[in-house]
């Protein structure tokens, strides 16, 4: 079973439980996912199986996330798990200056990455160090927020503090919990994640994700196949070639290919990524180089064969 399935994470459950729960389901022992979504969080969380592993360093990176900060509170691990550890004011906050702070945070922006995250440090996660109550310096991390919309904003009440819901699109690595207490440090009154649904994640969005349960009842109906998104599917960003039946040999043992530059249907450019496909489906993952003694070819380098 080589393809992607398109998971909708229930909360309550780490990614790598998702994961073990379907090399369970498929009977397939390699399975990854495409990027840890936090333990309390839902949302998107594609599964890679079979050769469909191989292709995850290549699959667009862009995330969308619908969250909620509450405001007034600030806790240990940026999200509602943490222990309280400052509370302030929000009287003096008002909707128009939270959207000024939120539309503040797109472009190129600098996240110190949370305590609990799975980030390494000398071998351990820091989740794992947190939990053993250390504290770990890190180094800010460059991220990238497409944009910022506040969809909803909640006042807060005498016995409660106001909430805010807010659409993010961004780079990979970018964590929302983070962004929340940033922003309440921006307000000045403090912020945590209160809660996360991951909406997209690449070319998978939540309204095709399927739940757990409904992939049971589609292995029971011997259609889970019928789900799986193909290799080629998901690299749809990338300019596909068709290669000769002929060249497949070549190409399944990453033999480069000299083409005529006729033999494309884009317009290739150096180091371009692409996919090398044949009658019978994905080959390879390749580059395209040129050749300064014989400008009327291009070189086809395969550099990850999935034949």
């Excluded at 990027?35 to 191989?54: E, F, M, Q, S």
């Excluded at 990238?144 to 805010?164: F, M």
């Excluded at 083409?259 to 496909?277: C, H, M, S």
Aim: with cysteine; net charge positive; aromatic share 8%.
């Amino acid at each position: 079973m080589n393809g992607i399935l398109n998971v909708l994470k229930p909360p309550g459950m780490t990614s790598h439980d998702v994961v073990s729960f379907i090399r369970r389901l498929t009977g397939q022992k390699k399975a990854g996912h495409t990027g840890t979504l936090d333990p309390g969080a839902a949302g998107v969380l594609p599964v890679c199986l079979g050769k469909a592993t191989r292709i995850i360093e290549y699959l667009p990176d862009n995330k969308s996330y619908r969250a909620e900060a509450t405001l007034g509170i600030s806790t240990t691990t940026q999200d509602a798990f943490g222990e309280v550890i400052h509370r302030a004011s929000w009287d003096n906050i008002d909707l128009a200056y939270i959207q000024e702070c939120l539309s503040s945070f797109t472009g190129k922006i600098e996240q110190i990455p949370p305590m609990a995250s799975a980030i390494k440090y000398q071998g351990k996660k820091l989740y794992e160090l947190a939990r053993a109550g250390l504290v770990i310096e890190r180094k800010p991390r460059m991220v990238y927020i497409d944009k910022t919309k506040l969809v909803h904003y909640y006042p807060g009440r005498a016995d409660y503090p106001p909430r805010i819901i807010f659409d993010v699109l961004c780079s990979a690595g970018t964590y929302i919990r983070t962004l929340c207490n940033d922003l309440g440090d921006r307000l000045g009154c403090g912020a945590f994640m209160s809660y996360l649904l991951r909406t997209r994640a690449g070319i998978f969005n939540i309204y095709e994700a399927l739940t757990l349960e409904e992939l049971v009842k589609l292995k029971d109906q011997g259609r889970l196949e019928s789900v799986l998104v193909s290799m080629s599917s998901a690299l749809a960003h990338l300019p596909s070639t068709t290669v000769q039946n002929s060249d497949i040999n070549l190409v399944s043992n990453g033999s480069r290919l000299k083409l005529p530059v006729n033999y494309f249907n884009f317009k290739p450019t150096a180091d371009l990524r692409v996919r090398i496909e044949s009658n019978a489906g994905l080959l390879a993952i390749g580059t395209i180089s040129f050749q300064t003694d014989s400008p009327e070819h291009y070189l086809l380098q395969p550099v990850k064969v999935l034949l």
